[in-house]
C-alpha cells in the first residue's frame, strides 16, 4: 500500500502571502495518479487539481501542482480568505485503488 | 446541474446494518466510475470502495467483507450496503464520481455527505 505524508500539518499564513503545501509518497506514484482536494468546515472535498499538474474546473489560476516520483506540491500563489481550509492529496494505486493524505490545515495566521 | 446526493444515514448500533444511496444526476451516470469516501469525526478523508461503470468493484481492506457497493444506472443511483457494523464506521459518508477514459484518476464531483453513527 502507498501511503501518503502530507506537511507541513498546519501551515499559517497570512493573506496574499504564498503557500506551499507538499506530499510525499511512500513509493513511486505515476504524475498522472496524484489529485488535490480541498475541504472547508462542514463541506464536502473540492477537486483542484488533477494529474498532479491540470487545474480542474472553475479553479482559480492562483492554484498550482506540480512533482512526480514521490514528492508532489501544491502552491497557492497569493493566498485569498477563502482558501483558508484543509488540503488532501490523494493517489491512484493498485491496492488499494485509492489513498489520501492525512491533509494540511492551512489556517490564518 | 451535477449533483451527488446522499441518504440513509443514521444511528444504528455496533453489529447493525445500513444502507447508503447516493442519488446522481446531469451526467451520464452509467458511464463513470463511483466511490465512496468516508471520513471521521475531526479526521481526514478515507476510501472505502469504488465500483466501475461494468459494475466491477474495489474495497478498501477495513470493510472487505462487511460492505457492498452496488448500482442501478436506470435509477442513476448508487449503493453502499453496510453489514456487521462498527463503532469505527462512524462518519460522514461521500460518494464521489470519476470520469472515466481521460488517462487520469480523480474525483470530480462529490456529494454533500450522509452521516453514520454506530453506538
Known amino acids: 500500500e502507498i501511503v501518503l505524508t502530507q506537511f507541513p500539518g498546519t501551515l499559517s499564513l497570512s493573506p496574499g502571502e504564498g503557500a506551499t503545501l507538499s506530499c510525499r509518497a511512500s513509493?513511486?506514484?505515476?504524475?498522472?495518479?496524484v489529485a488535490w482536494y480541498q475541504q472547508k468546515p462542514g463541506q464536502a472535498p473540492r477537486l483542484l487539481i488533477f494529474?498532479?499538474?491540470n487545474r480542474a474546473t472553475g479553479i482559480p489560476d492562483r492554484f498550482s501542482g506540480s512533482g512526480s516520483g514521490t514528492d508532489f506540491t501544491l502552491t497557492i500563489s497569493s493566498l485569498e480568505p477563502e482558501d483558508f481550509a484543509v488540503y488532501y492529496c490523494q493517489q491512484y494505486g493498485s491496492s488499494p485503488p485509492n489513498t489520501f493524505g492525512q491533509g494540511t490545515r492551512l489556517e490564518i495566521k | 446541474e451535477v449533483q451527488l446526493v446522499e441518504s440513509g444515514g443514521g444511528l444504528v448500533q455496533p453489529g447493525g446494518s445500513l444502507r447508503l444511496s447516493c442519488a446522481a444526476s446531469g451526467f451520464t451516470f452509467s458511464s463513470y466510475w463511483m466511490h465512496w469516501v468516508r471520513q471521521g469525526p475531526g479526521k481526514g478523508l478515507v476510501w472505502v470502495s469504488r465500483i466501475s461503470d461494468e459494475s466491477s468493484t474495489t474495497y478498501a481492506d477495513s470493510v472487505k467483507g462487511r460492505f457492498t457497493i452496488y448500482r442501478d444506472n436506470a435509477k442513476n443511483t448508487l449503493y453502499l450496503q453496510m453489514n456487521s457494523l462498527r463503532a469505527e464506521d462512524t462518519g460522514v459518508y461521500y460518494c464521489?464520481?470519476?470520469?472515466?477514459?481521460?488517462?487520469?484518476?480523480?474525483?470530480?464531483?462529490w456529494g454533500k455527505g450522509t452521516t453514520v453513527t454506530v453506538s
Open positions: 464521489a464520481s470519476e470520469p472515466t477514459h481521460t488517462g487520469y484518476y480523480y474525483m470530480d464531483v
Open positions: 494529474g498532479s499538474s
Open positions: 513509493q513511486s506514484v505515476s504524475s498522472k495518479y
